[in-house]
């Protein structure tokens, strides 16, 4: 279990409510019921329906009822979405796979998921997820992308470039580089300044 993950066990005192969190902060596009997220959670009926209850009152989901069943979504523009998608996304899945694994990865300089991937936003022509920029071991990090597409079923499409790469396509004003680097993303090694600085 890494550092963050257990951070976030300490600040989220319920374990339920952690993992209904996690569930609507990793996939923010979907919508559930109560029964559908008990059986996903593995949890009891009344301690996930008390978290919902309370992610409601702070209008972090909101309800949406079809036919006598009540569905559940993020509410995306709550103020604290983009800070808790943040650290669920580095403490859990992919995000956490590639920072636990830095070392093994070479010498990354920065590594960031895009909006693409954190909640299926597509801004300009990209529909790139996870963006390493530096000098990466590719074996080890398609050994990560490869536990992801099948523990998700879904393929992940991802960019490695250079560190040189990267600064010199900058500076030319690339607008593939551009794109990445003007949207919403989650650093997870190194920071946006240091990177457009």
């Known amino acids: ?9 300490h600040l989220f005192i319920s374990k339920v409510r952690l993992k209904v969190l996690n569930h609507f902060l990793l996939t923010a596009d979907t919508n559930i019921h109560l029964r559908g997220l008990v059986r996903e959670l593995k949890e009891e009926i009344n301690a996930v329906r008390r978290e919902l209850i309370r992610l409601e009152e702070f209008k972090i989901v909101i309800p949406e009822h079809k036919g006598n069943r009540k569905y559940y979504t993020l ?4 103020y604290f979405i983009p800070e808790f998608m943040s650290l669920f996304h580095k403490s859990y ?3 956490a796979d590639i920072i636990n694994n830095k070392a093994k990865l070479g010498e990354v300089s920065y590594a960031f998921l895009t909006p693409y991937y954190s ?3 597509i801004y300009g022509q990209n529909t790139i997820d996870l963006v390493i920029i530096g000098k990466v071991e590719l074996m080890q990090l398609e050994k990560i992308i490869a536990k992801y597409q099948k523990e998700k079923k879904r393929e992940l499409h991802y960019t490695v470039l ?3 790469e990267f600064q010199t ?3 030319r004003l690339d607008t593939f580089i551009l794109d990445l680097i003007v949207q919403d993303n989650i650093m997870l090694i190194g920071t946006v300044e240091k990177m457009i600085k």
């Open 162 to 164: 250079s560190l040189s």
């Open 93 to 95: 899945g992919l995000g």
């Open 119 to 121: 909640q299926g936003f």
């Open 169 to 171: 396509r900058r500076r």
């Open 75 to 78: 509410n995306r523009d709550h």
């Open 1 to 9: 279990m890494s550092v963050a993950t257990k951070t976030l066990e």
